[in-house]
């Protein structure tokens, strides 16, 4: 164990060194960054627009373009026979819409908050 004084304002103070303090502030320094990551991951899924209120505004009839105004561009479109199916999110968390000439036909949701 290391001593150092310091002087503040005129008074001497003794301070200790302790050589484990590093890895004590290396770790503070890590958990804060990670609650920094989860928090900001936290805060973009709430800005989600994969969620109920933009679900209830998604109608029957509406075109491509006025959907991906709702919720952005999709994760992945295939056409089969004139259907457009078209997945918002990912297999946990999705929006499914089908379109037929370039119109909603059908919607569903899994997970949605």
């Known amino acids: 164990m290391a001593v150092a004084?310091?002087?503040d304002t005129g008074a001497k103070r003794?301070?200790?060194i302790?050589?484990?303090c590093n890895i004590v502030v290396w770790q503070i320094k890590a958990i804060m960054k990670y609650i920094t990551i989860l928090s900001?991951?936290?805060f973009l899924a709430a800005c989600s627009p994969l969620s109920v209120e933009n679900y209830n505004k998604?109608?029957?009839g509406m075109s491509y373009d006025e959907v991906k105004q709702i919720l952005g561009p999709p994760a992945k479109c295939s056409d089969v026979l004139?259907?457009?199916h078209c997945s918002w999110g990912n297999e946990q968390r999705h929006v499914?819409?089908?379109f037929v000439g370039d119109q909603?036909?059908?919607f569903s949701a899994e997970n949605i908050h």
Do not use: Q, T
């Open 40 to 42: 900001l991951a936290f």
């Open 104 to 106: 909603v036909l059908i």
């Open 96 to 98: 499914d819409v089908n």
């Open 82 to 84: 004139g259907v457009k």
């Open 5 to 7: 004084a310091a002087a």
């Open 14 to 16: 003794r301070r200790v």
């Open 58 to 60: 998604l109608k029957v």
């Open 18 to 20: 302790l050589p484990h």
